[in-house]
């Protein structure tokens, strides 16, 4: 139990486009979803805290209308990096944590995307 | 502002032989809850060991386990027995139940080698 999958693994894309990376829990639903950025041999970088419905929380320093969240569901929430430069080019990871069922009370981690710009 | 620190930037061990690392941090908090997350080179984040504030006994998960000294702001990871499959680098996590909802706060990790 406890899974959560990120689409996609991988990314390329060319400067100046938008790129979306969705977050799924697999085995249960998701009252919080947690979207992190992390540099090579560096320690994971809160971006936002998003709510099933409503509006995400962005750390400060995070530009919210570069980086739009969107948490439709208890089990979806998605990441756009809109006009997309070489310096987003980043290793992106989701987190989940579970409503009910398995330790309710624990963030679960997707597998991460990594998203390079040209 | 809570605060995590792992003071071993990277830490070795043999096969078989015992390893602590260390992660001190401060908050004025009472409740809360300690994690260890893993990660490999995979770079997939994995949960090890978490451990609530409330709770004196230490928490124990197989080989995993850790020395939580609440007073002093302590929770120790000691993985025996070690095996090949440990090396990663280790994140010590820490989570208010008091404020800022259920967001984590990370340490700078551990990067645990394993020698065969």
Known sequence: ?118 | AQTVTQSQPEMSVQEAETVTLSCTYDTSESDYYLFWYKQPPSRQMILVIRQEAYKQQNATENRFSVNFQKAAKSFSLKISDSQLGDAAMYFCAYRSEQTSGSRLTFGEGTQLTVNP
């Open chain 1, 1 to 118: 139990g406890a899974v959560v999958s990120q689409h996609p693994s991988r990314v390329i894309c060319k400067s100046g486009t938008s790129v979306k990376i969705e977050c799924r829990s697999l085995d249960f639903q998701a009252t919080t979803m947690f979207w992190y950025r992390q540099f090579p041999k560096k320690s994971l970088m809160l971006m936002a805290t998003s709510n099933e419905g409503s509006k995400a929380t962005y750390e400060q320093g995070v530009e919210k209308d570069k980086f739009l969240i969107n948490h439709a569901s208890l089990t979806l929430s998605t990441l756009t990096v809109t006009s997309a430069h070489p310096e987003d080019s980043s290793f992106y990871i989701c987190s989940a944590r579970a409503l009910a069922g398995v330790p309710w009370d624990t963030q679960y981690f997707g597998p991460g995307t990594r998203l390079t710009v040209l």
